[in-house]
């Protein structure tokens, strides 16, 4: 039987009449062959009860055609809504997408915000260094700024990715200028060595200049310093200028000198770049060179000798100091200051010939009281070699002709370089010379009375014999030694001019003869100031024992004689103990006060 069902129809085996096939094989024979006419009659009574059903319910029968219609309609509906759904799927599988990877970026960034919040202190700390720095570099801690600018750049050579630590190492850049600048600006003040070695120092760690560039850094910086202090002098005293020149120089350029070898050795066994080549030497002479033009151009514009003597001393001093660095400009100073001691010698001669030849012109040829002479003391040689004539008083213009002299003289005898002393012995001769001009061009131009001539003539006998050898002798105090004023040649036609007005002269063949009482002869007029005295004895026998200076004047005491020797300095030959030689207006107060 098993079989038998073995072989049944599929749907047979698996559906609801399974029960009746085991029904129907439990039957006998008989009953199977009535089965066929039940099976007919029971289908017949199931058709029947469905027509029964049909014509009872056939309303239901239309409503499910009709709603059968309305499902198919809904179907194709769906089935065009499915199609669109099929369609915006892709569309929805990439926005899932996008959103799983936004997701993922999401996670990625929370467990950044989580690893941030658990290092939220380093960072913090790492952030902060800029400000830090900043605080440093303000409160003058550049050793603790550098170390943190030596942290930050190990971190970007371990991170340099990072944007970070990009970030962080450009706000330490900055800073890092601004430490420079400051470092320079310290080289560009009145620091001492041990604070140029500090920023040295600092600068070498910054890394930021070759040891040639560090050396170039170090002197342009104290050299605009220097500068300054300079600029700063009050340039209207163009004497205190230059003596506070000096002294700055004296000071501050050795000091700069001395800190640049104990900063930068020139020890070339180990680097080639710790030779400079003779750098601050350069530097240097640049200094002393523009120090030199300043003297140039400034020491014309000195007018008193005492001023000028000061100033070469000031120099002399810095030029040996600076020696000691071996800066010594002491052998360049000479020729300025020989040149500035010449002219301002000879505007102060020009000068007494331009008032001596106004006062000349305006002078009234009247007779003035004699001039008493003060009584010498014990003890006065030394002054008298230098006192002025009293009789000069008796001539306005002469006197004031002296006066303007020794005020030159006494100018130059605070600075009288040695080899001016030929060239000054000249300027005095022209000037003598000038004056003897002027008192011939006067008297040839001049129409005098007798007593107004003879006022005329007594000047000229006292410019030649005591004006003229007063002032040799005077600049012999300047310059002690032989005498180098010749003034016998100029002299000659004034001589002539004198002694021919003053007494009858004969000339023959060229020999001057006098004629006295009894005769002609020969008289040796004197000729040089040398045979002065023996000439004015003479004179004095000739005409009955009148003097040619007249009112008592005196023979300038020492008019002969060679001023004692004094200690001469390398540059000047003057003599430092010498009191200035009094104008004649100063001597005559003296000579009241005595009396």
Known sequence: MNSTMAQLPFSFCHSPQQAYISE????????LHKEPELLRVDAERIHR????????????????????HSIEHEMTSIDMHLESLIGEIPKLTAGCNEFIESGQQILEKYKLNQTLLANHSSILDLLEIPQLMDTCVRNGNYDEALDLEAFVSKLVTMHSGLPVIQTLATDVRKITHSILSQLLQKLCSNIQLPECLRVIGYLRRLGVFAEHEMR???LRCRDSWLAGIIDDLDQKNHYEYLKRMADCHRVHLFDVVTQYRAIFADDTSVN??????????????HRITSHLAVLQSLLPKINEGVSLAILLEQCMYCGMSLGRVGLDFRGLLPPLFEKSVHNLFIRNMSAAISNFQHVLESHLWVPLPPVGVASRRVGDEHLDDTSPPYSLMEHVPLAAFVNGVLAALNELRHCAPLNLKGGLARELQHALQSVSESLLHYNATRMLRESESNLFLAMCRAFIEVACPYLILCFGRCYPGQNVVQVEDFLENLRKLVYVTSFPVLWDNGNRMVKDDEGLSLANIPSTVDDRKDSVAGVIAANGGISPLENGSEMPAGANSRSPEGNESTICGREEANDDILPISAQQSQAHEQK
Do not use: C, K, P, T
């Not at 094989?25 to 009953?31: E, G, I």
């Not at 080639?272 to 002479?285: I, P, T």
């Open 24 to 31: 129907l094989l439990s039957f006998s024979l008989d009953r």
């Open 49 to 68: 009860q469905m027509q029964e059903v049909a014509v009872g319910h056939y309303g239901a029968f239309i409503a499910a055609a009709d709603a059968l």
């Open 216 to 218: 170039l850094q170090f």
């Open 272 to 285: 080639e770049d710790n030779f400079d080549g003779g750098l601050v030497y350069s530097w240097a002479m």
